[in-house]
């Protein structure tokens, strides 16, 4: 089994930055992706943004050029740098990753607050 545990959540004042920091540990056999999702209540989770194992990357429209995804393919743990933060990216940002004949793996969550 893996586990996947986020950290650097907080609150932040409107057009400041945050570092979410994500790390599999366990099973972490043949990890393809890695990414991070958030969800406000009353709303579906959304994807953040994603990064293969090559280093490829994919961002929601409302992100980018605002967010970088990266990841240490060592360490089994995935980064989002949180730049411009908007009151509208307020919500709980989940980690996930995608293994090979597992599926996917979520973290708990960590709360991020951008106050206007």
């Known amino acids: 089994q893996v586990q996947v545990v986020e950290s650097g959540g907080g609150l932040v004042q409107a057009g400041g930055s945050l570092r979410l920091s994500c790390a599999a540990s366990g099973n972490t056999f043949s990890i393809m992706s890695m990414g991070w999702h958030r969800q406000v209540p009353g709303k579906q989770r959304e994807l953040v943004a994603s990064i293969t194992s090559a280093g490829s990357t994919n961002y929601a429209v409302s992100v980018k050029g605002r967010f970088t995804i990266s990841r240490d393919n060592a360490k089994n743990t995935v980064y989002l740098q949180m730049n411009s933060l908007k009151p509208e990216d307020t919500a709980v940002y989940y980690c996930?990753?995608?293994?090979?004949?597992?599926?996917?793996?979520w973290g708990q969550g960590t709360q991020v607050t951008v106050s206007s």
């Open positions: 996930n990753i995608n293994q090979k004949l597992l599926g996917l793996s």
